[in-house]
Every structure is written in structure tokens, then in C-alpha cells.
């Protein structure tokens, strides 16, 4: 596993540990979970601290970003590599996949991002989901 891919999947749990503890949310990396998480990215306006504030939107960002791109990985398939302006992103059959600005467009511009929409988009797109 490389140095970022194992950084991804550490953020990714902090995640699961956030959203348990935040939103009383369970995430187990299913397409289900997205579907689930989608309308708690309004919730955080109220579920902690500082609501959307600058630091706030970019440690979800950070957070929410690895989850979602962990479910894409292992759902679908996909490598992280670094990316622009120190966002991963996933080659997945040839297209580079960005989850973090996905989940950032999402909470600061809201549902038109709808990340499960996303996600199953790609997932029809792509190969067969892995178990």
C-alpha cells in the first residue's frame, strides 16, 4: 500500500469515527452509506462547532473526501495519486476522480453535488462493483 493510499484509508476512518460520534451515522463503505451520509452534509451546519466555518468545510473536506473516495476505490476499483492543489485523486479506468472537491462542492454549495448521485454515476459507468 502506498504512502497516500494508506493516508486515504486513515482519514477515511477518521471519518467513521466522526460521523458515529457527530451524526450517529454508521459508514461501512457501501454504496447504502452514501445514501445515508448525503443530506448529514447539511446537517453540519448544526451537528458541530462552528457550523461551516472555513476550517470546519476543509477538515470534512479532508475527512469526508478519503471516505468517499475509499468507497469508490473499493467498490469500483481505482488508485489514489496526488493531486492539484493537495487534493488526491483516483484513476479509475482512465478518468481521474475527484471525491474531495466532490464532497467540498457539496457542503458549501449543496445538494446539486449530491454525492451518492455521483458515485452511482460512476459505478454505472464503470466495471462491476468488487465485494
Do not use: C
Not at 476550517?55 to 489514489?80: C, D, F, K, P
Not at 493537495?86 to 445538494?111: K, M, N, Y
Amino acid at each position: 500500500m502506498s504512502p497516500l493510499a494508506a493516508e486515504m484509508k486513515a482519514h477515511a476512518l477518521e471519518a467513521q469515527k466522526f460521523s458515529r460520534k457527530h451524526l450517529v451515522l454508521e459508514l461501512d463503505f457501501s454504496p447504502h452509506s452514501l445514501h445515508e451520509l448525503e443530506p448529514q452534509l447539511d446537517a453540519v451546519e448544526y451537528a458541530i462547532r462552528g457550523g461551516k466555518s472555513p476550517e470546519n468545510v476543509s477538515m470534512l473536506t479532508r475527512i469526508w473526501g478519503a471516505y468517499l473516495g475509499e468507497t469508490i476505490r473499493q467498490r469500483l476499483g481505482g488508485e489514489w495519486l496526488p493531486g492539484s492543489n493537495s487534493q488526491p485523486t483516483i484513476v479509475l479506468g482512465g478518468e481521474t476522480l475527484r471525491p474531495h472537491e466532490q464532497v467540498r462542492l457539496r457542503i458549501v454549495e449543496g445538494a446539486k453535488h449530491n454525492v451518492e448521485a455521483w458515485f452511482l454515476d460512476l459505478q454505472s459507468r464503470h466495471s462491476a462493483p468488487k465485494n
